[in-house]
């Protein structure tokens, strides 16, 4: 009854006639006016107490800063470091509520360079772009028997006229290694030897397996029309 006259009565007025009458019921009850005041006092002290710890209580949980900060995630080390962040800013800022959102570190190739640099006169140079404003007003009449001297090729033409000459001069390597090789094969001596010459067009080799055949040897099968669907070995060999 005491916590109920409490919770409904808005002033002390009516907390006295509330109490009054508790007080009343009590003693009709048989219990005595000192354990009935007793009672009271107990539960107004709580009461009071509950409410100046609201009112001290500082009302920031609304009133918080979000922040957001960005982590590298690097497995388990990037949960350590956001407990130890969260862990001193409740301990220094309380009026903040930090949230963490992960992303991955950049690639170590981009701490790194791999290219030196080019000077920005040379780099407009190189891709045609005049280098002054009086070149970007006026018409370029420069003339030079080099065409790579000249501004208004691209960088990319000179590339690709220089891949395609070195792709002829690597095929024409490759002719004359084998054009070595050749010479100093078995063939090739004995072509030059006897005066024979060699169809490589239209050559054929005989189904023999017996041929050369000794105890340690095994027989080669040919076929020059492909290997037929079905091969039935013959048991009489």
Not at 146 to 174: F, G, H, V
Not at 207 to 230: A, Q, R
Request: include cysteine; hydrophobic fraction near 30%.
């Amino acid at each position: 009854m005491v916590n109920r006259a409490l919770n409904i009565c808005s002033t002390y007025k009516l907390l006295g006639d509330e109490f009054n009458e508790i007080r009343r019921f009590g003693l009709d009850n048989d219990y005595s006016l000192f354990f009935i005041n007793t009672i009271i006092g107990i539960k107004l002290s709580q009461h009071h107490n509950k409410m100046i710890t609201k009112l001290d209580k500082p009302i920031i949980e609304s009133e918080k800063k979000k922040m957001y900060v960005e982590i590298p995630f690097i497995r388990s080390s990037t949960l350590g470091l956001k407990n130890k962040i969260k862990h001193l800013t409740n301990k220094l800022r309380p009026d903040l509520d930090i949230q963490f959102f992960f992303k991955p570190p950049p690639s170590i190739q981009t701490l790194f360079q791999t290219k030196d640099t080019i000077a920005k006169h040379i780099q407009l140079y190189e891709h045609g772009a005049p280098t002054t404003p009086s070149q970007q007003l006026q018409p370029c009449n420069h003339e030079s028997d080099d065409p790579n001297d000249s501004p208004e090729l691209r960088r990319s033409s000179r590339i690709k006229n220089k891949i395609a000459a070195t792709t002829i001069t690597a095929a024409s390597t490759n002719d004359t290694n084998n054009d070595e090789k050749i010479d100093k094969s078995l063939i090739f001596q004995h072509e030059k030897e006897t005066g024979h010459r060699m169809d490589w067009s239209n050559f054929q080799v005989a189904y023999e397996p017996k041929l050369n055949k000794t105890t340690h040897s095994v027989p080669l099968h040919v076929f020059p029309d492909g290997i037929p669907k079905v091969h039935l070995p013959n048991l009489d060999h």
